[in-house]
C-alpha cells in the first residue's frame, strides 16, 4: 500500500471536481502480480476520473542514480481506483515483487469527485 501525504494546500474544488495535489511514495514491498492498489479514498476521494494530467510519472530515489516508471491502470469502475505499476525504464522490465519502493516519491495531480 503508498504512502500519501498533503505537504502543502492541496485541496481545491472546480465546479463539481475535487483537485487534490499529493505525494506519492512507492510501497514497502511491491505486489508481485498486477502492481499497487490505488484506491480513491487513498486521494480523499469518492472516484478518481484524471490521474496527474496523464497515468504514468518518473520517479526517482534519494541518490538521482536508480528512475523508475509509474504508469496509473483505472479500474473499468472508477469507484475501485486503479493500480500503479512499476517498470525500470532502462530494462522496461517492471519491478519484481517484494522490491522495497518507499524512498522513491513523486507529487501529482488527482481530479474526481468526493
Avoid: H, Q
Avoid at 3 to 17: K, L, N, V
Avoid at 44 to 49: A, Q
Avoid at 86 to 93: E, I, Q
Wanted: charged letters at 15%.
Amino acid at each position: 500500500m503508498p504512502t500519501i501525504s498533503e505537504p502543502w494546500r492541496t485541496r481545491d474544488w472546480s465546479g463539481i471536481r475535487a483537485r487534490r495535489v499529493l505525494r506519492y511514495n512507492g510501497p514497502a514491498s511491491y505486489p508481485a502480480a498486477g502492481g499497487d492498489p490505488f484506491t480513491p479514498g487513498a486521494a480523499f476521494l469518492g472516484i478518481i476520473e484524471c490521474f496527474g494530467g496523464g497515468s504514468s510519472f518518473i520517479a526517482d530515489d534519494a541518490n538521482g542514480a536508480n528512475p523508475r516508471l509509474g504508469i496509473y491502470t483505472p479500474n473499468a469502475n472508477p469507484e475501485l481506483g486503479g493500480t500503479i505499476r512499476w517498470f525500470v525504464p532502462n530494462t522496461g522490465a517492471e519491478v519484481a515483487g517484494a522490491t522495497n519502493l518507499s524512498g522513491y516519491a513523486v507529487d501529482f495531480e488527482i481530479i474526481g469527485k468526493g
